[in-house]
């Protein structure tokens, strides 16, 4: 039996599937709208490379949020569409907890704090606190990024601060002894797969008729740039 992993919370395009515990065959991209334009085909392109079948999916997993309102949309889409067609369970890992997991399974020496953070315009970033066994030391949260904000968790051990906001994030969290950075962490559907395979094994599905996305703040839409439609 096999899973299928979509990740497109984020920047990146990033699907996988796992066949008897293991990834068989992965797909990613960063280039603009990947999502839309490449995640059916990176779908396809898995069980091509694979040989599997989807009939032989167990569930499919995707990235929950918080993130890009237009990749989760796209992503879960993809997903519960999948699930109805298959009928099989529709599994959710969150997006932030999912960049903790990749980072630590690139870096099992590494016992410290991880601060995934996804970049939410301005100074904003959406970040969690977790440890090497991804327990939530601070809850998922919109922060608007200033000196001292993560001091509580700094002072006592050391974090890095993973993702696209931790870049913007450096100048000012970077004067604390205990930050590090690793701006240029990407996340993987791969890196989904041992959580995906404990919430398969508890039971811990999704209702897929009713799941939605944890969007974290209310999507708002821009004025269009495009010439009569202002």
Known sequence: MSILLIETATSVCSVALAAEGHIVAARESAL???????????????????GLKSSSLEAVCVS?????????RIGV????????GLDIPLLSVP?????????YQQHPEYNGLVCPMIDARRM??????????????KEVSADIIEQGIYDRWL?????????????KSQPLLGVHPNASFDPDYRISAASML????????EGRTE????????????????????????
């Open 207 to 230: 209702d897929t008729a009713y799941y939605e996305p944890f969007y974290l703040k209310d999507f708002v839409a821009k004025k269009s740039i495009v010439r009569g439609l202002r």
């Open 124 to 137: 904003e970033c959406y970040s969690a606190i977790y440890d090497f066994s991804l327990e939530v030391k």
């Open 77 to 84: 889409s993809s997903a519960k569409g999948l699930c109805y």
């Open 95 to 103: 997006t932030l907890k999912n960049m903790a997991a990749g980072y």
């Open 64 to 72: 929950g949020g918080p993130g890009s309102y237009t990749g989760l």
């Open 155 to 167: 002072d006592s051990s050391p974090v890095v601060f993973i993702g696209d906001g931790a870049a």
């Open 32 to 50: 603009p709208n990947a999502h839309s334009s490449q995640l059916s085909l990176f779908i396809n392109q898995l069980f091509e490379e694979s």
């Open 194 to 201: 041992p959580l995906a395979q404990q919430m398969l094994q």
